[in-house]
């Protein structure tokens, strides 16, 4: 299998030049680097922190395990296939690669939407969900992810090569049936159903912020919390929204005459979904920020997480009761 035969379906264009397919390859090292590094740290500061063990936290990891597997393994093979300018790994590759990619995929937005739905009861109702509420959910949300990625392995459509003739995904240019009937069900039931979850529930959270005073400081907390999540979500949106639009364009019209240069844009952008989620963490979490001091002082002088500046006055002055108390002595 080559990229020549797959590049003949998106008729009028010739498969990328082996220089894109290079500098594909550089950039898509670079991410996997970031995400696998990034993903692994949150993972360990969950994992070994107490204080990081409530029901919100566990989906987050769960989230960032999925960015884990799709970092680690997906584009370790996506890379491997652009340095060698095109899929090189093989039809069971390309069918285990698909299948794999596509239950990362519906597994990260179908978390983002349980999410945003947690946040919702926080915020809204002040109902919070426990460590084994938030395992049940993480294991329903891999299990409806799981059904889907899974279908085309029994007969339900199938998985091909994409446009950039080095990755493998959902039969989009199919016109049988079962590739058109798989194809919307994806994008409705595993898209923009978890995208309505989504926007009601900060819609939601939204109008009650409006309405009432932050009186205490937990509220806000909860509040920036909440803001947090939402970045992510905007981040995965901005990554996969181009994506599916390109795909759910290619379902309707059956145009399979499409630039391989312009098809390229949203496939890159949704490789770089596991990238933003440690990293807004990094940034955006005060009590993860805490924790990572504490279990990896030695990434401090990365400059990766703020500092309240009320925290660190009392930092200094501990260090300087210390130093007073020692001199002292002496």
Known sequence: MNSTNY??????????????????????????????SGNLLVLFVFMMSSKLRSGHCFLVSALCFSDLLMSSIGLTMLTIASFSTYWVLGKMACTLYGTLMTFLGLSQITLLAVI?????????????????????????????SLCFALAPLFGWSSFELEPIGTSCGPNWVGIALDDISFNLTLFFLCFLVPLSVILFSYTMVYKK???RKIRKKSEGYEIHVTT????????????????ACMALYIVITKNNRINLVVSSIPLLLAKCSPVWNPYIYFMRNHKFNQECRKLLPFLRHLGLWRVNPREQSVVTQQQVTSSLQSSTYV
Do not use: E, Q
């Open 7 to 36: 590049s003949s379906m998106f008729s009028g264009y010739n498969k990328l030049p082996d220089a894109a397919h290079y500098v594909f390859g550089v950039l898509f090292t670079f991410l996997n680097v970031a995400a696998t």
């Open 116 to 144: 945003a739905y947690t946040r919702y009861l926080v915020v809204v109702h002040s109902r919070k969900i426990g460590t084994i509420s938030a395992k049940i959910i993480a294991l329903a949300c891999f299990a409806y």
């Open 209 to 211: 912020i409006k309405k």
């Open 228 to 243: 947090t999540i939402l970045i992510m979500i905007v981040a995965f949106l901005g990554s996969w929204t181009p994506y």
